[in-house]
């Protein structure tokens, strides 16, 4: 009888210990919060949609082509419509400081063709958020869509 009683008790501290609990979060300053904020908000795509509409307006044929994919995690996509596999997404880190930019090619899979992404780092100068591609700086989101664009209609012109 007192070994069932140890095992149950013993049973119940397990699930104690695995059980999900509330816990205490600690003050978080003022800067850092709004720190965070800027982050957020400079990793939003709104620059990329905006340049895609653009593209739709101005340039016929390849601008009408062009889809943007929702994905989920901080992500986004475009794709070439009606052209399987030629694709490009590009993504936040979860640090917020900087974008990495994939592309798939036309393969019988859609594998991502550059292994290693083509980065564009983030760095924050007061209120403004510094994107650097290839050791160029640009504080306009127009030049980061541009270059997240730019391997979809490298491939659409290589295509046409």
């Not at 957020?40 to 340049?51: E, G, Q, V």
């Not at 859609?110 to 083509?118: C, L, M, R, T």
Request: hydrophobic share 40%; net charge neutral; proline share 5%.
């Amino acid at each position: 009888m007192t070994q069932t009683v140890s095992t149950q008790q013993g049973s119940k501290q397990t699930a104690d210990k695995n059980a999900i609990r509330p816990f205490p979060v600690a003050s978080v300053p003022e800067a850092e919060l709004t720190d965070l904020s800027k982050r957020i908000n400079a990793t939003r795509w709104r620059f990329l949609r905006d340049r895609v509409e653009r593209m739709r307006r101005e340039s016929g044929i390849a601008g009408q082509k062009l889809e943007i994919v929702e994905i989920p995690q901080r992500a986004i996509g475009v794709k070439l419509h009606g052209t399987p596999g030629a694709f490009v997404q590009a993504s936040v880190s979860l640090a917020g400081d900087r974008i990495e930019i994939r592309t798939q090619d036309n393969t019988e899979f859609g594998a991502f063709v550059n292994q290693e992404p083509d980065v564009i780092r983030i760095e924050y100068r007061g209120d403004r958020a510094v994107f650097i591609h290839n050791d160029e700086r640009t504080v306009d989101p127009d030049e980061v869509a541009g270059i997240i664009l730019a391997p979809i209609l490298d491939y659409y012109r290589s295509a046409a």
